[in-house]
């Protein structure tokens, strides 16, 4: 003992580590757990109400289990703004909220086609929510929509935030969130972009079966889902329902919707919804998008020295994209100039016993050349006539001549009654290359 004290006294800061560990071990082993004094928020939702807005909230409820299962409940509730909502939701829940941990924030299109900027800079202000949580429009309620996604939660099985992640890096291209909402937003063309999904009842998408809303007052509620099993209770004098199967009072079953993930995209103006690119719209698009290296390309009636009336799709493998802007007797040029890397991976044609093959191709026709230009500028072709229709520069036309041609390009828009319209004076090009990868 002696010895040991000696060797403390010889060594000051292990002694310090003994006082300190005295200390606060006992505070620190007595002390609750966070999740007892704080509801996690895990997925927000928001939709317009008469009194301004309804906020719903995904939260996750610790509870003891031997499976991969996690427990969440929903909560809602209506006020006039998103800072009120969530104090009602916090009585409702018992805990003090905390959205830090949020990993998604749902929009509907009523709401969206008003100010959706005021809407979120009300949620980034008044909460600490993060800017780079992911946030995506949808058809129906957004309520609705989080009471689909309840059934998804559960550790080991798929959720929306992956379908989310997925398109922001395959499909559509572009980020998804509260900053790049804003950077949009604020840019000289005032254009944001959101990941669309669809609260559907067809049989394409993930068919769910989450839980009910609250019914009952207005004022807001819960209900259980995820892997909950317990039964109804009261909370303001709204009844609540579980999670899964039929109404715990024995009512009707639960409603299944089904989640579908197209690969459309919500475009804003102004912060306010503009239109919702369709997936045909969205690949002309991506023709242009400097990001997108991943797509399928399908041209018709395709007759070389290889091929007979055939129907080929090419796999994209890469592209480079160089943008060239000028001027032709002042008038604008936007033209792309596409190199791409393809490969042959479906053909079919009338005349071969197997309708699929995937033949070895070392090099294109020049007949399959200008099949492959010709559809690629077709594509991009719906996606032109939809940004000069709606007014929507999406693929950063003013910013590149803005950067390249500042003086041209004032001069071209002073000339416009409609500055605004100015792409409907703009000539594009697009040029196309394709190479088979060997």
């Known amino acids: 003992m002696k010895k040991f004290i000696k060797k403390i ?12 560990l005295i200390l606060y071990a006992p505070i620190a082993l007595l002390m609750p757990a966070d999740t007892s004094l704080r509801a996690i928020v895990t997925r927000i939702g928001i939709d317009g109400s008469p009194e301004g807005v309804e906020v719903s909230a995904v939260v996750f409820v610790p509870t003891p289990n031997t499976n991969y299962t996690e427990n969440y409940k929903l909560f809602s509730a209506e006020a006039e703004n998103v800072a009120l909502a969530f104090q009602k ?4 829940a018992g805990k003090k909220i905390a959205l830090n941990l949020a990993e998604m924030i749902v929009v509907n299109e009523e709401i969206s086609s008003g100010n959706l900027a005021k809407v979120i800079d009300s949620l980034t202000r ?10 995506i429009c949808t058809n129906e309620s957004a309520k609705d929509f989080l009471n689909a996604t309840l059934n998804l939660n559960s550790a080991s099985d798929l959720n929306v935030e992956e379908l989310i992640h997925y398109s922001q ?13 804003y950077q949009g937003y604020f840019s000289p063309q005032k254009i944001s972009m959101l990941g669309y999904i669809e609260l559907a009842s067809g049989t394409s998408g993930i068919t769910t079966s989450g839980g009910s809303s609250a019914s009952g007052s207005s004022d807001g509620g819960e209900s259980s889902g995820g892997s909950s099993s317990s039964g109804a209770s009261e909370s303001e004098g709204q009844a609540t329902s579980s999670g899964q199967g039929e109404s715990s009072g024995g009512g009707e079953p639960q409603k299944k919707n089904t989640l579908l993930n197209e690969g459309r995209i919500a475009v804003y103006k102004d912060g306010t919804l503009s239109v919702v690119l369709t997936p045909e ?10 990001r997108c290296n991943e797509s399928y390309l399908t041209v018709y009636n395709v007759t070389d020295e290889v091929f007979t009336n055939a129907t080929i799709t090419f796999k994209l493998l890469r592209k480079k994209l160089n943008i060239n802007v000028y001027f ?39 007949e399959l050349r200008n099949k492959v230009n010709m559809q690629a500028k077709k594509e991009f072709k719906v996606a032109q006539d939809l940004m000069i229709e709606n007014k929507l520069d999406l693929v950063h036309v003013y910013d590149y001549f803005k950067a390249f041609h500042p003086k041209k390009f004032e001069r071209f828009l002073n000339s416009l009654y409609d500055q605004s319209n100015f792409l409907e004076g703009v000539i594009f090009k697009l040029k196309i290359t394709p190479h088979i990868s060997l």
């Open 169 to 181: 890096d395959k499909v559509y291209n572009t980020e998804s969130n509260i900053e790049s909402f």
């Open 89 to 92: 939701i916090s009585r409702y």
């Open 9 to 20: 006294l010889n060594k000051p800061m292990l002694f310090v580590f003994l006082v300190v």
């Open 328 to 366: 032709v007797n002042d008038i604008p040029v936007f033209e792309g100039n596409l190199s791409l890397i393809m490969e042959v991976d479906q053909v079919k044609q009338e005349n071969l016993d197997s309708d699929v093959m995937q033949p070895e191709l070392s090099i294109i026709s020049p």
């Open 126 to 135: 008044s909460t600490d929510v993060l800017n780079n949580v992911p946030l």
């Open 281 to 290: 719209q969205l690949k002309g698009l991506n023709w242009l998008n400097p």
